[in-house]
């Protein structure tokens, strides 16, 4: 027998609303799709979704990019705005330092693959919305999971669940360290959060989050193609008299601390208002193969929202007015780098970036027709003091007030069917990293990115709901696209790279064989997912190199994806996963391409359930097929280093209980 997919509701653009209602592209990932992997990382369940792809260039090394929006990201997450539980998470510099976050600190998460600036503000790379508590089904109880695995991996995780319907207290530690798989890739992370949602039983709800991170990564560098097809374990090595990343400990030590508030206020069935303020501050210590910097960076700010929803006779109508505001400081301190210690000061900067920007909405719905007309109005402000080696006049720069509109229609074939179409502005000024590289000179004379993205798509249920169809096809030109250089040393510069056509489409199947408890497999499902990627350089002339009609590096052409999902009445369960990526331009000329690689995934595991006990025993492979590929690689390197190559074939187990 087969089985009724269950429904998905997605809160992208406030609507709160059917997946099937939502003229939109998104990618759901929810706690069943991130628990068919090793469980200490979201990669692989985020690189299963089409138009995503996640990179990690080392241990805990994350790049994220939404349809390309990576290009111009040598590390972290750049041009996405990202919320956390509701509370912006893209500092006012533009960085998201989304390893600050665990595992366990993601329950689900909505990715919106085209601008979402209407709403959300600058950004023409997408939006990512993470929930780390789902209040809608919390319970009390407690979790404990441990997972251990090659290169000496432990993975551990503690969460208590006090409370009651009114006040709800989830808090939670995670602990992870691996050796890693190639010299100077070692890991440690610690974490703890604390989520309180209380309901005073009347219009108001109040929920309040705390996350601190502690964490330190060592970045083993870029290898040459020769040396990568010699021993990609290496970390790179000393040349040229600058020195490798062992003899100058190249890492990251980084701690985070984020707290929230939300307030949300229901006045009458028509009117609701929400209020958030936040506050973050992040600190860095950063020795590198060229330099040693000290980084702080604190960051606060607001968010209002005031909403109206009504029906009026066959239609439904809802208004949206809000704004937000960030303001963030940066603190740069740039020494020689002595054996991973601090030398003599090289550069001594402060950077202020201010964010303002207003938005409304308005959605109309009337019988099969749904129409979504929205704009933001971005104020984005700069400013910069050398104090060292010579102390300079600040130097303020505001960038051109942006509009940016969104306009989107949907029709609904039948009530599981719909198509869509949808029309957005995107805006990205340069992030703080782009404007004042560390330990390079600032390059002020950076202007932000913008440009149009045209999509139609269509998704729905057929063949009795067993079968979920999800299928775009998209088109974006982007002005000014900011594109990443690398000098001899390793060091990051930017320029801007004239203009970009990006154009694509992406398919996602899922598909349930069983849903019958009264067999021995009660549980069969199957997913598939496929992006295609066409990617050029429309006018771009960088010195005397003419790069006009090249493909964008870092960007593969072909992505797919296969999943497979089997469960038994006597708790055994089985996911298998396939993972293909085509081969990659690594820089502007394309004379030098990433081969393509395949990669095999596996999990077995047994659960068990006893009352209000379920425990959950697992083992794994990765990388099964033994590829040796580069996840991250470095684009338009300097002396061909462009290769961060992945762990080979490995394995894990673990042991998870939960009391409800």
């Known amino acids: 027998k087969g089985g009724t997919l269950s429904e998905v509701v997605v809160r992208a653009y406030e609507q709160h609303t059917n997946i099937i209602d939502a003229p939109v592209a998104i990618s759901i990932v929810r706690s069943e799709q991130l628990s068919r992997f090793n469980n200490t990382s979201i990669l692989p369940a985020i690189n299963n979704m089409p138009g995503l792809r996640m990179e990690e260039r080392s241990s805990d090394k994350f790049r994220f990019g939404i349809r390309g929006s990576s290009y111009n990201a040598p590390f972290g997450v750049r041009n996405i705005k990202t919320y956390y539980n509701g509370i912006p998470f893209t500092d006012a510099g533009g960085t998201t330092y989304l390893n600050q976050l665990g595992y366990y600190n993601i329950q689900s998460l909505e990715v919106i693959k085209e601008p979402g600036a209407s709403l959300y503000g600058a950004g023409t ?97 870029a290898l040459t193609l020769a040396q990568y097809e010699q021993n990609p374990q290496q970390a790179r090595p000393t040349a040229n008299n600058i020195p490798g990343a062992i003899d100058n400990k190249a890492a990251i030590y980084q701690r985070s601390f984020l707290s929230g508030f939300t307030y949300q206020y229901t006045y009458n069935p028509h009117w609701q208002s929400t209020a958030t303020a936040f506050a973050t501050y992040t600190r860095l210590i950063n020795p590198t193969i060229r330099n040693y910097s000290r980084v702080a960076q604190p960051n606060l700010g607001a968010r209002k929202t005031l909403k109206y929803e009504n029906s009026i006779g066959a239609s439904t109508l809802q208004w ?45 719905q009337l019988r099969r027709w749904s129409f979504t007309g929205g704009l933001s109005v971005n104020r984005y402000e700069t400013r910069l003091q050398q104090l060292f080696p010579t102390q300079r006049p600040e130097i303020k720069r505001i960038y051109p007030v942006q509009v940016s509109p969104r306009l989107a229609v949907l029709y609904k074939v039948n009530t599981n069917n719909a198509i869509y179409a949808s029309v957005a502005k995107g805006y990205t000024p340069p992030a703080t990293e782009q404007l004042v590289p560390t330990g390079s000179a600032a390059n002020l004379a950076l202007v932000p990115t913008e440009g149009w993205n045209y999509e139609v798509g269509t998704r729905g249920y057929i063949l009795d709901g067993r079968l979920y169809y999800d299928f775009a096809v998209f088109y974006m030109q982007l002005s000014n696209t900011i594109a990443q250089r690398r000098d001899a040393a ?3 510069y930017y ?40 990617f050029r350089y429309q006018n771009f002339i960088q010195l005397n190199q003419d790069y006009s009609g090249k493909a964008l590096p870092g960007v593969p052409p072909h992505t797919a994806a296969l999943g497979i999902d089997i469960a038994t009445h006597i708790g055994l369960y089985l996911n298998l996963n396939g ?15 990433a081969n393509a690689y395949t990669i095999a995934d596996a999990r077995l595991g047994y659960k068990w359930k006893y009352k209000r006990w379920v425990a ?9 097929l033994n590829e040796t590929y580069s996840l991250g690689n470095d684009i338009n390197a300097a002396g061909a280093r462009y290769y961060n190559a992945a762990p080979g074939i490995n394995y894990y187990a673990g042991l998870a209980v939960h009391f409800n």
């Open 125 to 221: 790379g997408g939006v990512m919305l993470i929930n780390s508590i789902t209040p809608e089904i919390w319970h009390t109880g407690g979790s404990i999971a441990y997972t251990t695995g090659s290169f000496n991996q432990q993975n551990i995780m503690g969460e208590v669940r006090i409370g009651d319907s009114s006040f709800q207290n989830t808090v939670r530690y995670q602990h992870l360290s691996s050796d890693g798989y190639r010299q100077q890739s070692a890991l440690r992370r610690d974490g703890i959060s604390w989520d309180a949602v209380l309901n005073n039983g009347g219009h108001g709800s109040l929920s309040a989050h705390f996350l601190y991170s502690d964490l330190y990564y060592q970045t083993p560098g």
């Open 320 to 364: 949206l007015l809000g704004g937000e505001v960030q303001q963030g400081y940066s603190s740069e301190n740039t020494y020689q780098n002595i054996a991973g210690n601090p030398g003599n000061m090289q550069q001594q900067n402060e950077v202020s970036n201010n964010i303002l920007f207003g938005f409304t909405q308005l959605s109309w």
């Open 490 to 492: 390793g060091g990051d």
């Open 495 to 534: 320029v801007n790279a004239g203009s970009t056509d990006q154009a694509g489409a992406e398919a996602l199947l899922r598909y349930r064989f069983i849903q019958d408890e009264s067999l021995f497999i009660n549980r069969f499902n199957m997913q598939a997912s496929y992006t295609y990627n066409r």
């Open 579 to 593: 993972y293909y990526n085509d081969r990659i331009p690594l820089n502007d000329a394309n004379s030098t391409y």
């Open 616 to 624: 959950d025993v697992f083992a794994g492979g990765n990388n099964l």
